[in-house]
């Protein structure tokens, strides 16, 4: 159990539009939900922290406007990158927990490319 | 704040050597620790865990012991294979479901046959 999904996989859109990307708990319950990003060859960088039904926390430097986060259930949450620049070209992933436990369980990840 | 320390790499070892990739961490009180695996162009997946001193954690013939005297979570493996070839990230998180996971730099790993 414990499997965490993520749509699409890989994503190419043009400058100026934006991007919606799906995490999804598939067989249980999450009460939080986290976004990563991670340039190559790098580690992980927090982006935000969202919890069912409330805002989301964003980490200091991430601006919330460009990358608007919506938990809205308990077993769903999105990430829109808005007007996406190349510079957003990224790979996205997110992680899910159970309540009361120490794993987050991982998503496979969205590689978004904006030309 | 807290932080995580691992080696740099990247780590070239041959089919069947020993493996150690050193990971230190600074938290205050008691975090959980964690070792994740990210192969090429994949997401993360976890490898192993510790939640308290002198726990030791395995799988697939990896280990790893907490150790909280030398703040560290060093993971080992007696021989490894080239399907090990991937990044390894150690990382550690403090209390439960709402505390966010504070991964290291990663290191990268290739074994050759």
């Known amino acids: 159990g414990a499997v965490v999904s993520q749509h699409p996989s890989w994503v190419i859109c043009k400058s100026g539009t934006s991007v919606k990307i799906e995490c999804r708990s598939l067989?249980?319950?999450?009460?939080?939900m986290f976004w990563y990003r991670q340039f190559p060859k790098q580690s992980l960088m927090l982006m935000a922290t969202?919890?069912?039904?409330?805002?989301?926390?964003?980490e200091q430097g991430v601006e919330k406007d460009k990358f608007l986060i919506n938990h809205a259930s308990l077993t769903l949450s999105t990430l829109t990158v808005t007007s996406a620049h190349p510079e957003d070209s990224s790979f996205y992933i997110c992680?899910?927990?159970?309540?009361?436990?120490?794993?987050?369980?991982f998503g496979p990840g969205t590689r978004l490319t904006v030309t | 704040g807290d932080s995580v320390t691992q080696m740099e790499g990247p780590v070239t070892l041959s089919e069947e050597a020993f493996l150690t990739i050193n990971c230190t961490y600074t938290?205050?009180?008691?975090?959980?620790l964690f070792w994740y695996v990210q192969y090429p162009g994949e997401g993360l997946q976890l490898l192993l865990k510790?939640?308290?001193?002198?726990d030791k954690g395995s799988n697939k013939g990896f280990e790893a012991t907490y150790r909280k005297e030398t703040t560290s979570f060093h993971l080992e493996k007696g021989s490894v294979q080239v399907s090990d070839s991937a990044v390894y990230f150690c990382?550690?998180?403090?209390?439960?479901?709402?505390?966010?996971?504070?991964f290291g730099p990663g290191t990268s790993l290739s074994v050759i046959p």
């Open positions: 992680s899910a927990s159970r309540d009361s436990e120490y794993e987050q369980y």
């Open positions: 067989d249980f319950q999450a009460t939080t």
């Open positions: 969202s919890n069912e039904g409330s805002k989301a926390t964003y």
């Open positions: 938290a205050t009180g008691y975090p959980s």
């Open positions: 510790a939640t308290k001193a002198d």
């Open positions: 990382a550690l998180r403090r209390g439960t479901s709402y505390d966010k996971v504070i």
